[in-house]
C-alpha cells in the first residue's frame, strides 16, 4: 500500500466522491488503462436497506426498475439472483462494479435451499474463469466471479440467527465474507456495540471465518497502520443508506431526516458507512487476490479431486445442448483450439532454442 493511497482516505469524506480513482495507486498501471472489475454481491433479508445501501456507496442508481413484492408472493419466492453491471468513471480512472443482490433471501417460510442458488451462482463463476483459463483468449477474460459478499445482519435482533450462521458456513470457503449491520440507526451507542461484540463472538464461537483485513508491514506509516486498526474495530459495519441529500448546518449530506434530527450517511460518529467504502476500496486488490489464491484455488482443486475432467475450451455459447451433451460443432471446435494450443506451444518452443542457439 502506498502512502497516497494513505492520504485518499480524508479525500473519501467529501460527499459525492466515491474514491476509488485512488486505485491506481496500488496497481500496476496495465490496469489502469483497461479499468477494474470488481464484483460485489450482497445478501440480506428483505428490508433491510441493501439496495439503499449499494446505492449510496456508489452514487449512482443500480436498481432503477425494482419492484417489490408483496408478503404472498414473498412466500412463495425462492432466491433469485440478479446482476447489474455499472460503469462508473471517476477522474479518468474507470470501474466496472457488478453488484449481485439476492432478492427472496430468507423470505420463503422454509428457508433451507435459500444458499444453493446462491452457491450454484458462484460456483459457476469459478467453473467458467476456469473454462475461459484454459482456453486461447487468456488474455481477455472477464472476471465475473464474487470478490466480495456484504452480508447484512438485522439490528433489530439478539445477535446472529440461525440462517445467518448457516449461510456463513456454507459460504466462508467460497467468498470473502464482509457482515455489515443493517439500518445503524435504530440502535443506541450502546445497544451497538452490544450488537457488535455480540456478532464477533458468534462468528469466533461458530468457527465461521470472515475476511480479514491483511496485517500491515511493519515499515508502513503510521497513519496508515491506524487506518487498518480503526476499520478491523470497526467490524461487524454499522452502516445507514439514504440516498436524499440535505442541507445540515449549510452542508449539503446524505442524511435521514427524523423528527428528532438527522442521521448523516457520511458522519463517521453516526454511522461505519465511510470505514466500510474506505475498506471496500482500500482493499478491492487484496479481496481479488484472496479470490483467486484461496477461493479460486479451493474450488480448483476440489473441482480435479473428484476427478472430473478438465473443462474443454470452447466458448460459453452452445457448449452444451438441451438434453446434456456436448453438441458435434463444439466438439470439432474444442478439438481445433486445443490443436491450434499445441501448435503454439511447439512454435514457443522452437523460437525459444532458435534464441538459445543465437
Ligand atoms: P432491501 O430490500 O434490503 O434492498 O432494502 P431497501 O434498500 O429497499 O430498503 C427497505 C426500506 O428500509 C426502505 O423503506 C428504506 O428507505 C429503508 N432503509 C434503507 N436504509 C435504511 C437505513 O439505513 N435506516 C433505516 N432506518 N431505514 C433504511
Request: proline residues 4%; neutral net charge.
Amino acid at each position: 500500500m502506498s502512502n497516497e493511497s494513505v492520504k485518499s482516505f480524508s479525500s473519501l469524506e467529501t460527499p459525492g466522491y466515491v474514491g476509488f480513482a485512488n486505485l491506481p495507486n496500488q496497481v500496476h498501471r496495465k490496469s489502469v488503462k483497461k479499468g477494474f472489475e470488481f464484483t460485489l454481491m450482497v445478501v440480506g433479508e428483505s428490508g433491510l436497506g441493501k439496495s439503499t445501501l449499494v446505492n449510496s456507496l456508489f452514487l449512482t442508481d443500480l436498481y432503477p426498475e425494482r419492484i417489490v413484492p408483496d408478503a404472498i408472493e414473498k412466500g412463495k419466492q425462492t432466491v433469485k439472483l440478479d446482476a447489474s453491471t455499472v460503469e462508473i468513471e471517476e477522474r479518468g480512472v474507470k470501474l466496472r462494479l457488478t453488484v449481485v443482490d439476492t432478492p427472496g433471501y430468507g423470505d420463503a417460510i422454509d428457508n433451507t435451499d435459500c444458499f444453493k442458488a446462491i452457491i450454484r451462482y458462484i460456483d459457476e463463476q469459478f467453473e467458467r474463469f476456469l473454462r475461459d483459463e484454459s482456453g486461447l483468449n487468456r488474455r481477455n477474460i472477464v472476471d465475473n466471479r464474487i470478490h466480495c459478499c456484504f452480508y447484512f445482519i438485522s439490528p433489530f435482533g439478539h445477535g446472529l440467527k440461525p440462517l445467518d450462521i448457516e449461510f456463513m458456513k456454507q459460504l466462508h470457503n467460497k467468498v470473502n465474507i464482509i457482515p455489515v449491520i443493517a439500518k445503524a440507526d435504530v440502535l443506541t451507542k450502546k445497544e451497538m456495540q452490544r450488537l457488535k461484540n455480540k456478532v464477533m463472538d458468534e462468528i469466533r464461537d461458530n468457527g465461521i471465518k470472515i475476511y480479514q483485513l491483511p496485517e500491515c508491514d511493519s515499515d508502513e506509516d503510521e497513519e496508515y497502520k491506524e487506518q487498518v486498526r480503526q476499520l478491523k474495530q470497526a467490524v461487524p459495519f454499522a452502516v445507514c443508506g439514504s440516498n436524499t441529500m440535505m442541507e445540515v448546518k449549510g452542508r449539503k449530506v446524505r442524511g435521514r431526516l427524523y423528527p428528532w434530527g438527522v442521521v448523516e450517511v457520511e458522519n463517521p460518529e453516526h454511522c461505519d458507512f465511510i470505514k466500510l467504502r474506505t475498506m471496500l476500496i482500500t482493499h478491492m486488490q487484496d479481496m481479488q487476490e484472496v479470490t483467486h489464491e484461496v477461493h479460486y484455488e479451493n474450488y480448483r482443486s476440489e473441482r480435479l479431486a473428484k476427478g472430473a475432467p478438465p473443462p474443454t475450451p470452447t466458448s460459453k455459447r452452445n457448449t452444451i445442448s438441451e438434453n446434456g451433451s456436448i453438441s458435434e460443432k463444439d466438439r470439432i471446435l474444442a478439438e481445433k483450439e486445443a490443436e491450434l494450443k499445441k501448435m503454439q506451444e511447439m512454435l514457443a518452443a522452437m523460437q525459444k532454442k532458435i534464441q538459445q542457439q543465437q
